[in-house]
Structure formats: structure tokens, C-alpha cells
DNA sequence: AGCCACTTGTGAACGAATGCACAAAGTGGC
DNA sequence: GCCACTTTGTGCATTCGTTCACAAGTGGCT
């Protein structure tokens, strides 16, 4: 299917410049560009500033005007150190003694989110997640309109769901082009989700938040984020098998192997 | 007990336990971390571990006895370095010149990951994503069953969802006492969240999944996993901006190396 | 003005995760 | 038994991310 990319041995020998995100020189040229904005921001503190940005809006609706960054870390549940770094990577609007502005910092997560336009939606495979989905009034609300349903079911075609009608999926592509989408949530069954990655990708959309659990292969252009639950609870079973083994300290010696093997 | 109020350094209310000598000291504090004995397993490898293993019960079903690092590592979307790595921390299940056997790298991941029993899970809020979650037949069968359900509403109450009746919240500490639910799942609205949390907590949980879009406070033995769904499409947003940005810059030095993508 | 208490922004130390490259260990052919 | 070939497991360099700790600003108070 798509994406030959991968499977050749020695496809990333290459060692030219894989992906130097900041290629900072020890010398950076004095002479800043003004307009240099967009200065590599590490992937994770991108998660964070979209929690920090949550976290403001709930301060602006209470009225709080400024903060520092101790309560804001507080707030988000990580250390100080760590918010004024996130912080700095977008630049300086704070005011030392002080703070920073509430109102300020929202404009300026959301502009270097780019959530200064929407981002419409599609969600393909309209089962019970896909209802969910379709249902939930935390997207429109901040900027990411649910623009398009797909579903491979004829009974569901047509039939509103949130107050829009579900198309066919066979129509991923044109309709994806007419409403312009830029992002797709597959909440198909496994089996289907590659299939409709490929359609998604054909009707021009680069990214993706993938509900299903495999792994889908994609052109380089395209970014996919996978959101699996399956994962999530595994890993905190293995936190807790972790914890359990070091309270009984002595036989820690990888324990029995009594064969008990759930399912599968 | 986060005590230390104030100034001096920054104090955390994150999990301590180097603690920060207060007087400030010309020379780093003396590393004194013996105790950390277990070789720990890198936190990001355990969540590939989760990916690595429903791959290869993908490839038991379809018959596959024995398989490369090369060939599980494209099924999975990583390179084959970082799985063998992976697959090292775990143990030396592989067979040098010819691969490893897909029944024993189920078994080892299962061990590890704490599945060889199974963790029953509380789903709180049972509305439009409660509802799904309830339905959705992933969960039991990867040893992961529902065993409790609980809402605040009363006419859910008693209903039957995907064959469980639906408890009251108030309920919360008996029944997963009962039941030895030890994965709770918050699907409540955001207000309602820090308050189903505690009383999850008071009822002995001390894994958490959280959907609802806030920050939860817990107790250092507690551990909690956010889904964050719009945090991830933020951060789509946010590369799509990155993108565009990249487009509009003048032929300069950025042009073609900047591979920044990201996510891959 | 001068002092002081407070808070930001950031260089630098530290630590975790990734990717490379190759010795070691195995298989199969002869 | 030896050689050619394959693939694992891991030491090492590198890159990415977190935390520390402090100079540099800011505002209030006397
Ligand atoms: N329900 C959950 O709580 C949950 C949790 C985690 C993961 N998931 C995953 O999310 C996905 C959806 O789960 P669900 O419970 O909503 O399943 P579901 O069976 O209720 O819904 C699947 C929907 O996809 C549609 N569909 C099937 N083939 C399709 C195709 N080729 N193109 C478009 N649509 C197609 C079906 O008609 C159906 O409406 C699954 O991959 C599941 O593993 C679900
Ligand atoms: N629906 C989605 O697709 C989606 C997506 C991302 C995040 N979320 C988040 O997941 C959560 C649930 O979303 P939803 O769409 O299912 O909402 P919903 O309104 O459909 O359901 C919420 C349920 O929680 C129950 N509830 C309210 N207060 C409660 C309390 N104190 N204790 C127990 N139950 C209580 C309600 O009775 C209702 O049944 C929300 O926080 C939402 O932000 C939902």
C-alpha cells in the first residue's frame, strides 16, 4: 500500500541531516533576524503549553489577571523551572517581580499553536467512539469545527449525528477538499484504519489522530498521533507489577512464570 | 510536608527524592541514589513494549512463528535499533543469525508489563465517551475487564450498560474495594473530575486514566494518564502552523534540511 | 534615592533516550 | 571443521529534555 518508505536495510544509513530540529551554532550570528519567531520548540513542551493554555483560559474566566510562575506550574502540575523554560521558548512577556499578564500569555501560546484559525474535523467511522466523538462540545469550542463525518454503513449514511449529516467514505477525498479539511480522527475499526489513512491522505489531509489500534504506515509529510488506550492501561499495570515487586524485596528475582496468560 | 516555602531554589511538589540541601553548596550534593538497584526500564520503552506486543499478536494469529528486529521493528513504525534495545531491557529472548520467536516475546512482554493477570477497571461517567467505553470489547479481552461502572445521574443508575448495571459515585469506595478494581477511568465532565478522583483514591485506586481536560492532584502513590484529546489536536495545529511558516520563508538557509518534522 | 523582597529568563550541569556500528553468537553449506 | 552469512545485543557518541541556580530586572517602601 502506501509508504514503500522503510523497508530497505540501509534506508537511513544516510547520515545527512536526519532531523537537525535546531541546528543552534555555538556562534549564533549577533545580528538577530528580527522576525526570527519559530525558533525549535522541543516537541514536548508543545504538549505542555497547550495544558498551560487550558489552565489560563480556566485563570481569565476566574477573573485572574496575573500570576507567576510558580502558581501556574502549581496549576499544571509541573515545576516552575520547567513552565519558565516552556515559556522562554516562545519568548519573554513576562515582567520580573511581577509575573505575567493571563490574557497575554493565552495570545501567545495560541498564536504559536496556531490556533489563530480553526482547523476543521472530519471523523471517519461514526461507531461508538465516532458518536462520542461527533457529540463532544469541547472542539468546536476551541477552533477545531467538526466539519465532516464518514461512515462505510449505508444505514448511517446520511443520517445527522451531531447535527451533521455523515457522508460515505468514498467521498473522503472530494468532501475532504470542499470543507477544507486539515484533520482527521480515524475511530474506524482496526482492520479499516489503514485504508481510510490512505483515503485521508489522498484528499490532501497531513494530519492525523488515530484511534485505532495499529500502527499505520503514512508519507513523510503526514503526522500521525496515535491515542490508545490499550497502551495507556498496560502501562500502568506494569507500574503497578513494578511497585508490587519491590515490596517483596528478596525473591525479586523475576518472580514465577506461572503461565497464567490472560486471553490471546 | 512540601514545606519549605518559598524562595531558596525552587522547591517541587513533584514526587521527591533528591532532596535539594538547602544551603547552597559550591559542589554538587553528593550523589547518594543506591537505592535506584532495579534496572529500571526507560519509561518511553515501556509504552513501545505495549505497541511491540499487540504487533506480534497480530503475527501469532497469522501464523508467524519467528521474525527479525528488522521485520517487527517496521511492523511497529521504529527503527530496529531502538527495538532490539528495547527488547534488551526485558531480557535476551533472541536467537543470533536467526530472530526471535514470537511466542516467547508475548510471554516475556506480558510478564513484564504486568499481564500475566488481569486488572479489573472502573469506567466514571458513564455519557457519551463513558458509554463507549463501557461497549467496547478491546478491554476484557486484553485483560483488562470492566468491572464497575458509576454515575452521578440516577436515571443511569441500576441501567445496564454493555451488560453492567451502572452504581452511584457515593458507592465508589465500597464497590472497588469489592471488586478490586485497580484501574479507574474518569469520563465525568472537568468540574466533576478532582472529586471523582479523590474518591477513587479513597477507594484504593491508584491508577488513573483521565479524560476529562484538567490537571488532577493526587497523592505521590497515585498514578495518573491523561488522554488528552485536544492537546493532540494542538499540536497537530501546531506543526501545521510550523509547516506553512517554513513555506513562506524566503529561499534561506532553511530551505531544504529543515526535515522538522516532529513526529515523523 | 536607596534598599529589599520578589520573580523572570537562561546558561550550564545533569540525565534520559536515540541511533550507530560492530563484536559475538548462531545457522547452514560443504 | 571451517567458512560465509545473518542477526542479536550493547558500548558509545549524540541528541533531546529537565533541573539547578543565579544575574538581571521590577516594584514597593522608607
Ligand atoms: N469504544 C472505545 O471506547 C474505544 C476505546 C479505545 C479504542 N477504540 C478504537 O476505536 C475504534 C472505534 O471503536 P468503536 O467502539 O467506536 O467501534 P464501533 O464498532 O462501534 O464503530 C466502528 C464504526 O466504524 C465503521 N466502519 C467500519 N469499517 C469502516 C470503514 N472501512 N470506513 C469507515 N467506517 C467504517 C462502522 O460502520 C462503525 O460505525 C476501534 O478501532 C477501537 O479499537 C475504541
Ligand atoms: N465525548 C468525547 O468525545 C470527549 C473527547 C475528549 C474528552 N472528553 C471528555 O470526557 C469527559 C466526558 O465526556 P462526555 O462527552 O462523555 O460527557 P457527557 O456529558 O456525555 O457525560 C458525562 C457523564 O458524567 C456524568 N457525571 C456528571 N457529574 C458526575 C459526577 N460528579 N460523578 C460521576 N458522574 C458524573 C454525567 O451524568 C454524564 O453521564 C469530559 O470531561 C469531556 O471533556 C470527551
Do not use: W
Not at 551554532?25 to 545580528?31: A, T
Not at 519567531?37 to 487550558?54: K, M
Not at 468546536?140 to 454503513?153: E, I, K, M, Y
Not at 484511534?211 to 503514512?218: C, D, G
Amino acid at each position: 500500500m502506501a509508504a514503500a518508505r522503510g523497508q530497505r536495510g540501509g534506508d537511513r544509513d544516510v547520515p545527512a541531516a536526519p532531523n537537525a530540529a535546531e541546528v543552534t551554532m555555538p556562534i549564533p550570528p549577533v545580528s538577530d533576524t528580527p522576525m526570527q519567531r519559530a525558533r525549535a520548540i522541543p516537541e514536548a513542551a508543545v504538549a505542555r503549553l497547550a495544558v498551560y493554555l487550558r489552565v489560563l483560559s480556566g485563570m481569565a474566566e476566574q477573573g485572574i489577571v496575573t500570576l507567576s510562575s510558580e502558581e501556574l506550574a502549581a496549576a499544571a502540575g509541573v515545576n516552575s523551572a520547567k513552565l519558565r523554560k516552556d515559556l522562554s521558548y516562545i519568548g519573554s512577556y513576562g515582567t520580573r517581580g511581577v509575573g505575567y499578564e493571563v490574557s497575554v500569555l493565552v495570545d501567545q501560546i495560541e498564536r504559536i499553536l496556531g490556533l489563530t484559525r480553526s482547523h476543521s474535523v472530519a471523523v471517519v467511522g461514526i461507531g461508538n467512539l465516532g458518536h462520542a466523538l461527533a457529540n463532544y462540545g469541547g472542539f468546536p469550542s476551541r477552533g477545531f469545527p467538526v466539519a465532516a463525518l464518514f461512515d462505510v454503513d449505508p444505514d448511517l449514511v446520511g443520517v445527522p449525528v451531531g447535527g451533521l449529516p455523515v457522508s460515505h467514505i468514498d467521498d473522503i477525498p472530494k468532501v475532504c477538499a470542499e470543507r477544507e479539511i486539515s484533520i482527521g480522527v480515524i475511530a474506524t475499526p482496526p482492520a479499516a484504519a489503514q485504508a481510510v489513512c490512505d483515503r485521508l491522505v489522498a484528499g490532501g489531509v497531513a494530519s492525523i489522530v488515530n484511534f485505532a489500534p495499529v500502527v499505520l504506515q503514512v508519507p513523510d509529510h503526514v503526522e500521525v498521533r496515535k491515542v490508545d488506550l490499550a497502551v495507556e492501561l498496560q502501562i500502568l499495570s506494569f507500574h503497578v507489577a513494578r511497585r508490587a515487586d519491590s515490596m517483596n524485596v528478596n525473591g525479586s528475582a523475576l518472580g514465577n512464570v506461572d503461565g497464567v496468560v490472560i486471553g490471546r
